[in-house]
């Protein structure tokens, strides 16, 4: 069914005057479409990859905190002191095994003191 309706337009993607036979009609042809519709897929992923690296740099910055909260504890768990000195769970587990670290159970975790974390790197 066609319509009688000759409505003058501008294109939205290239800017350009065409008659629009509906109300609806954006584009002057298929080809301004498409490349309409491509912009507005690349600017979605430019969004989602912008999203993404504010998302890793909030993360990044609650790492940083979490460190500078770890600074002020006097006792430390095993997980916290490889967040401190930057190294795996598992290297501090080795050195509480060879004797560099002494560890004391409570609970169901070890408790490192602070002061054998600084004294070894003095």
Not at 8 to 27: D, E, I, M, S, W
Not at 54 to 64: L, M, V
Not at 81 to 109: C, D, E, N, T, Y
Request: with cysteine; hydrophobic share 35%; charged share 25%.
């Amino acid at each position: 069914m066609s319509s009688n309706l000759y409505i003058p337009k501008t294109c939205q993607h290239c800017g350009n005057l065409f008659t629009a036979r509906t109300t609806v009609t954006k584009y002057c042809g298929d080809s301004c479409a498409k490349k309409a519709y491509k912009a507005r897929k690349r600017k979605e992923k430019v969004d989602a990859a912008l999203q993404e690296t504010k998302a890793n740099q909030e993360a990044q910055d609650s790492i940083t905190v979490s460190a500078d909260s770890l600074s002020n504890k006097d006792f430390l768990s095993i997980t916290d002191a490889s967040k401190l000195i930057g190294v795996s769970r598992w290297a501090i587990q080795r050195m509480i095994k060879r004797g560099q670290l002494k560890a004391v159970p409570f609970g169901r975790k070890h408790i490192v003191a602070r002061h054998q974390i600084e004294n070894l790197f003095n």
